[in-house]
Each structure stands twice: as structure tokens, then as C-alpha cells.
């Protein structure tokens, strides 16, 4: 089906609003000229007693936030719907269900409003969330993208060319922090609670050991492993160990799955020869890693990126500033385009 829209607003002023669906949170923000007025972000709390996100409770907290979280975001940045240039959602990848529930939203919004219509990729967005404040990493760049579902190096050569140039072949850094804080009896997620424990505890308490795997790719499923078993063998001897040791044993986690990063980055920044170096994602919300990847960038004559706490985890923002680059290059998609679980890109 083909959009007719009006994509008449002066290109570089254009201001667009943008939701992200993808997973446990609804986000919408509004965007002007590349400039992100406002970024609502709607947290789902239900899945912590589950251990993980479950999807089908996730589509449906999306369909209870949408409204207010898009009216919130109009309002802080002080706009409506009648001045809206584009809609902006996540096409992919994610939960199929949440993915709809935005995908559907925005589309019904472009038919409505008969603007044009903008699907963004979800990982493609996180690295574009370091265009969003000053100063910016100027291309090409690297960034490390770590969530919950991804780990990878990207080489930026431009905003409309982004190449994977590394990534994990199991688990995500995101799981890595979220499956062993469940060893650990923490809640779901538990990747800011290990975070928060680390800070109180030695990093080189334990050891737990790195994978070798070739080239800049990742696997972070033997850590969860290794910690499993290290628990098991201590809690025979002390059924207390890991209340005992809480901190140390989150800061040594922490300190291991930071080392696997940052060991890879070094070999991405020698084999490409970029030494502007960015990282994005829910897990660059870790306090260890962004002083690890400042501190790394002093020592190698790096420059370094880091986007603020609330465009590292999921947000509209980065969803924006992604539409931004696409309506510049009048990349607009049709009316009957469908969010898929999985991309490549
Ligand atoms: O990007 P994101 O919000 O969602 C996905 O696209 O997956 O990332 C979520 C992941 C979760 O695994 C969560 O535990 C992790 O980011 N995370 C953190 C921190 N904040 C969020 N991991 C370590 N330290 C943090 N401070
Ligand atoms: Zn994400």
C-alpha cells in the first residue's frame, strides 16, 4: 500500500515523533531538526517475578502505555499532533507482540495524520544514540553495542552505513549480567543490581575465566557456566557463601565480562585503525564499563563516547535521531510494512 503523504516540512526542521516497542518498555519522543525535546520512557515492572520478560504481558502493558507515554511526550516538549512531520517506530528487531503494538500505533498515526511513515532498526538506533548530544563522535566510528540480546562491534562509516564487524555466537553481555545475577538471587534484570553490588565489592576477588574466541567476536555462555559451578563447589562448604560474598562476587563478574569487552575493542580499534570508539546499549549503563572504556581511551589515545543513562537502555530518543538521518535521505517506508522479531542488517 502506498503512502501518499505530505513530507512538505522544511527537511532539516522536520519534527518527528518516535516510539520504541521492542521489548519491556513503550517510549515515544519528539524530535526537531535533530534536537531531542523530549524522551517519555514507560518502565514495565510485572516481569520481575518472573525472572525475564514475558511476552505476552509485555504487548499488553504496551497497549495500556502507548497513549500516555505519546501524550507525555508532546507535552514536555511542548507540541501536538498537528505539528508532527513523521512518525518514527521500531521495525525490528524484538518481541513480535511488542513490536506490534508500536508498529501498529504509528502506522495508524501516518494514515491519520497523512505523514510519512519511518521504520527504524532497534540496533541500529542504540549506536545512533551517540549522535544525540554534543560533542559527537565525527564517522567513521566503532561502538560497542551490549543489551540484552546483542553484543557487537559496529563500524560506522556513516549513519546510513553501519557494518557488524563482530558479535557474540551465544549469549548477549546483557544475559551474561542477567543469568548469573539469577545464580546469585537477584531479580530480574539483574545487570543494574550486579552494578550496584560491584561498587561495594573487589573486582579480583575471584576468577572466572575468558573465552578464547577468534577475531572480535564474543561467547559469554561458558561465564555463566564457570559461575554456576564455582557457586555450587562453595555452597557445599558454606551454604552462606553468596549472601557472605554478594559484592565481591558481583564485582568480580562484572570485572570478567568488562575485560572479554574491552579486549576486543582494543583488537577493533588496531585491526580498523578507527580510534573514535563509542558504546551503546542497556549494558553501557554500567558504571564499570564506562569508566573502563574512558579510562582505556586515556591510555591508548582513544577518543571515547558514551551516551547518557537515558538513552543507553531502550528509548524512543535514539529511534528519533535514527528517523532524523532517514527523513533527511527521504528513506520512507509504506503503509502495509510488518515488524519482524529478527533482522539482519
Ligand atoms: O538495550 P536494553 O535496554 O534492551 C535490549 O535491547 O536488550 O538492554 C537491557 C540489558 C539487560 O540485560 C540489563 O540487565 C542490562 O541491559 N543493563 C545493565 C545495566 N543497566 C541495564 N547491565 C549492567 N549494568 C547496568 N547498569
Ligand atoms: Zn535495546
Given at each position: ?172 553481555a546483557g544475559?551474561a549480567f542477567d543469568?548469573t545475577a ?8 539483574g545487570g543494574?543490581?550486579i ?62 565480562i ?25 549494558v ?62
Amino acid at each position: 500500500m502506498k503512502n501518499e503523504n505530505d513530507t512538505s516540512a522544511s527537511t532539516k526542521e522536520a519534527c518527528i515523533l518516535a516510539i520504541e516497542s521492542s521489548c519491556d518498555e513503550t517510549s515515544a519522543s519528539i524530535c526537531v531538526g535533530g534536537k531531542i525535546l523530549s524522551n517519555f520512557i514507560a518502565n514495565q515492572t510485572v516481569h520481575e517475578q518472573y525472572g525475564g520478560v514475558v511476552p505476552e504481558l509485555a504487548s499488553r502493558a504496551h497497549m495500556q502505555h502507548i497513549v500516555p507515554v505519546v501524550d507525555a511526550a508532546l507535552k514536555t516538549a511542548n507540541t501536538s499532533l498537528e505539528n508532527i512531520d513523521a512518525v518514527a517506530f521500531t521495525q525490528a528487531p524484538g518481541l513480535i507482540g511488542s513490536l506490534l503494538v508500536g508498529a501498529q500505533f504509528a502506522k495508524s498515526l501516518s494514515l491519520a495524520l497523512n505523514k510519512p511513515l519511518i521504520a527504524v532498526h532497534h540496533m541500529q538506533a542504540h549506536v545512533l544514540a551517540n549522535l544525540i548530544a554534543e560533542p559527537k563522535p565525527s564517522f567513521p566510528f566503532l561502538c560497542l553495542t551490549v543489551s540484552g540480546g546483542h553484543t557487537q562491534i559496529v563500524l560506522a562509516a556513516s549513519p546510513y552505513n553501519l557494518k557488524v564487524i563482530g558479535e557474540t555466537i551465544d549469549d548477549a553481555a546483557g544475559e551474561a549480567f542477567d543469568k548469573t545475577a539469577k545464580l546469585l538471587g537477584l531479580p530480574y534484570p539483574g545487570g543494574p543490581l550486579i552494578d550496584k553490588y560491584a561498587k561495594e565489592g573487589n573486582p579480583l576477588a575471584f576468577k572466572f575465566a575468558e573465552p578464547q574466541i577468534p577475531e572480535m567476536n564474543f561467547s559469554f555462555s561458558g561465564l555463566k557456566t564457570s559461575v554456576l559451578y564455582f557457586l555450587q563447589a562453595r555452597k557445599l562448604e558454606d551454604e552462606q557463601f553468596i549472601q557472605k560474598h554478594l559484592p565481591d562476587l558481583c564485582a568480580s563478574v562484572q570485572h570478567t565480562i568488562i575485560n572479554i569487552l574491552i579486549k576486543k575493542l582494543k583488537k577493533a580499534v588496531k585491526q580498523t585503525g578507527i580510534n573514535r570508539v563509542c558504546i551503546a546499549g542497556g549494558v553501557s549503563a554500567n558504571s564499570g564499563l564506562r569508566n573502563a572504556l574512558t579510562s582505556t581511551g586515556e591510555k591508548e589515545g582513544w577518543q571515547t563516547f558514551i551516551p547518557s543513562f537515558q538513552y543507553c537502555t531502550d528509548n524512543a530518543g535514539m529511534i528519533a535521531i535514527t528517523a532524523y538521518y532517514k527523513y533527511l535521505a527521504g528513506d520512507f517506508a509504506e503503509l502495509d510494512i510488518s515488524p519482524t522479531a529478527r533482522a539482519e542488517w
